[in-house]
Each structure stands twice: as C-alpha cells, then as structure tokens.
C-alpha cells in the first residue's frame, strides 16, 4: 500500500472501556465505515490499522481494541498507546461510573501524557439513554480529556470525529 509506505507520522491508540460498550464495533466502524456484530476472536485482541489524511499529511493510525479477559496482553498495549480513547455505553450507567477507573489504568499502565478521549457510544439508542452528554462533557473537562464525544459505530455516527479529533492534536504535539 503505497499511501502506507508514504506515511510519516505513525500513532497507536488504544480502546478501552468496560465490556460492550462497543469497543470492538467502534474499531471496526473506523476501519472499514461498517457495523458488524461482535466477531469472536482467537486471540483478544482486535488490531486495525488505517492512513488518514489529517491537513495533507499521512497519518498511519493503529488501533487496538482492549478486552478485559485478556488483561496481561492489553496492558502491554498501553506502553506503547499515544493516544486512548475511553468509551462507555450511553444507555448504561455503570459503563460511565467506570471511566475513572479506566484513566487510572492509563495512567498506571501507559506513558506519561498519553492523550484521552471519551466517547459515550450507542447515542443511537437515545430512548434508553441514561447518562446526560453535558455530564460527560464537564466530567471530561475536569479530568484533563482533551474532548468528549457520542458516538455509534451502528449508524456510522462521529467515529471518523474521534479518530481525526485525536490524531490531529497528537500532530501537533509533534
Ligand atoms: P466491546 O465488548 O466493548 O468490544 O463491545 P462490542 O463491540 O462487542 O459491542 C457490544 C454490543 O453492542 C454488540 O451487540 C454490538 O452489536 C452492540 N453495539 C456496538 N456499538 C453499538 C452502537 O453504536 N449502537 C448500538 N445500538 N449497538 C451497538
């Protein structure tokens, strides 16, 4: 792949979050602009690798997706993590009562002054919702996460956001 090869700037982020949040779906919806149900993996770890072009330049994005059954590989991960981006499931509570608990793993797992992102998936499911956004946003400002977000990898809704959201800031930190 040529626009591989040409890349310049290669960053890694890591996904993480409690269990179905959409994690996996989200990565998926990023890679390839489709939603596709939970495939089983042999491994646990979901990988993908995309080139954005983020103002002209070649960005070569890798993600990797973080399952809590297979802690010892995901925290291996975060060493190397430029970027996370912490999701939780806008119709579950309790997915969002975790976020913090998911910063202190960054922060006890991965290098210094990695950049965060939060996003509150499935904001499809409106009717179900249970966390206000302008909780997430003020939650996201006190904390130090350079943006809050609602996504949904099943209608394609502000993945692509995410993703540019946090590989432009992390160009310009370099
Ligand atoms: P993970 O454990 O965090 O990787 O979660 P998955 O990606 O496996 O998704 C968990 C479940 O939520 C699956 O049944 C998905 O089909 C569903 N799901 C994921 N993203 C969305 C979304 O944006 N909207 C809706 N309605 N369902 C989603």
Redesign the pocket.
């Known amino acids: 792949d040529v626009l591989e090869e040409d890349a310049l700037w290669r960053f890694q982020i890591i996904?993480i979050?409690?269990?179905?949040?959409?994690?996996?779906?989200?990565?998926?919806?990023f890679k390839s602009g489709i939603?596709s149900?939970?495939q089983q993996n042999t491994i646990g770890v979901?990988f993908s690798v995309r080139t954005m072009d983020i103002e002209g330049k070649k960005v070569k994005v890798s993600t990797v997706?973080g399952?809590?059954r297979f802690r010892t590989i995901t925290q291996s991960y975060y060493r190397s993590a430029h970027g996370a981006i912490i999701?939780y499931?806008i119709t579950r509570r309790p997915t969002f009562d975790s976020v913090a608990h998911w910063i202190k793993e960054v922060e006890l797992y991965g290098a210094n002054n990695v950049l965060l992102v939060l996003i509150g998936?499935?904001?499809?499911?409106e009717q179900e919702r249970q966390v206000p956004f302008e909780e997430a946003c003020i939650f996201a400002k006190e904390t130090g996460i350079l943006a809050a977000l609602e996504?949904?990898?099943?209608?394609s809704?502000n993945v692509e956001e995410a993703f540019t959201m946090m590989a432009r800031e992390l160009l310009a930190r370099n």
């Open positions: 996904l979050g409690d269990s179905d949040v959409g994690k996996t779906c989200v990565v998926q919806n939603f149900e939970k979901d997706c399952q809590e999701a499931d998936n499935k904001c499809d499911l996504t949904s990898a099943k209608v809704q």
